[in-house]
């Protein structure tokens, strides 16, 4: 059965930080394209960051570039999101989701995650 289960998500203040992970199982984790979405309340979830199988590709969303870095570890089969110089903006839930093709569309990508709550107050 395969799981991607996110963690690290809470309350901080604007320009604060947070790391999430997002750790998988029951899948060849370094065959996966691995990404992290988010979604606001009320807004369609949107892209964030994408790592290529090997950790070496990366591309983020225009509104993150900068302050958030991806990375993963294929030994721990976790992919991580650092997220540096938070804004209220960045308010969301954050979701990890894995395909075997690259991609930054959601509906790309059919594993998901439960998500983890961000919350950035001014």
């Known amino acids: 059965q395969v799981q991607l289960v996110e963690s690290g998500g809470g309350s901080v203040q604007a320009g604060g930080s947070l790391r999430l992970s997002c750790a998988a199982s029951?899948?060849?984790?370094?065959?996966?394209?691995m990404d992290w979405f988010r979604q606001a309340p009320g807004k369609e979830r949107e892209f964030v960051a994408v790592?290529?199988?090997?950790?070496?590709?990366?591309n983020y969303a225009d509104s993150v570039k900068g302050r958030f870095t991806i990375s993963r570890d294929n030994a721990k089969n976790t992919v991580y999101l650092q997220m540096n110089t938070l804004k209220p903006e960045d308010t969301a839930v954050y979701y990890c989701?894995?395909?075997?093709?690259?991609?930054?569309?959601?509906?790309?990508?059919?594993?998901w995650g439960q998500g983890t709550q961000v919350t950035v107050s001014s």
């Open positions: 790592i290529d199988w090997s950790g070496g590709t990366t």
């Open positions: 029951g899948l060849t984790f370094r065959s996966y394209v």
């Open positions: 989701a894995a395909s075997t093709r690259w991609g930054i569309r959601p509906e790309g990508f059919g594993l």
